[in-house]
């Protein structure tokens, strides 16, 4: 699916619309950093990071900015978005159905 949405363009579009307003290389990095973490939280991090990959290497290439960095920018972004809902990571969810929380999704 990942791969799918990749060759159609479908990632490149939404993602270059938050990437292009960077001037420079660390623009660039936050802007990967803060969109991946936000969307961690809504999305599983698994699915981010499948999606996210081809997404950052082509900005990479792009911006001629180093993979290295955008991959480690894309890590970071999604795991330390993932931990702000129960949907972000498989062992949020786990936690937030075990701990006896009267509203998992609000209270995590």
Same mark, same amino acid.
């Given at each position: 699916?990942?791969?799918?949405?990749?060759?159609?363009?479908?990632?490149?579009?939404?993602?270059?619309?938050?990437?292009?307003?960077?001037?420079?290389?660390?623009?660039?990095?936050? @802007?990967?950093?803060?969109?991946?973490?936000?969307? #961690?939280?809504? /999305? $599983?991090?698994?699915? +981010?990071?499948?999606?996210? !990959?081809?997404?950052? @290497?082509?900005?990479?290439?792009?911006?001629?900015? #180093?993979?290295? /960095? $955008?991959?480690?920018? +894309?890590?970071?972004?999604? !795991?330390?978005?993932?931990?702000?809902?129960?949907?972000?990571?498989?062992?949020?969810?786990?936690?937030?159905?075990?701990?006896?929380?009267?509203?998992?999704?609000?209270?995590?």
């Amino acid at each position: 699916m990942g791969e799918a949405l990749n060759r159609s363009g479908y990632l490149a579009w939404p993602g270059s619309r938050i990437v292009s307003r960077a001037k420079n290389t660390d623009q660039l990095t936050l @802007l990967v950093i803060f969109s991946t973490g936000l969307l #961690s939280a809504v /999305l $599983m991090n698994d699915t +981010l990071a499948i999606m996210g !990959t081809p997404l950052v @290497l082509c900005f990479s290439r792009k911006y001629e900015v #180093s993979p290295k /960095l $955008m991959i480690f920018a +894309l890590d970071f972004g999604i !795991t330390t978005g993932s931990v702000m809902s129960p949907i972000g990571n498989p062992q949020n969810l786990l936690i937030a159905i075990d701990g006896n929380l009267e509203s998992p999704l609000w209270l995590f």
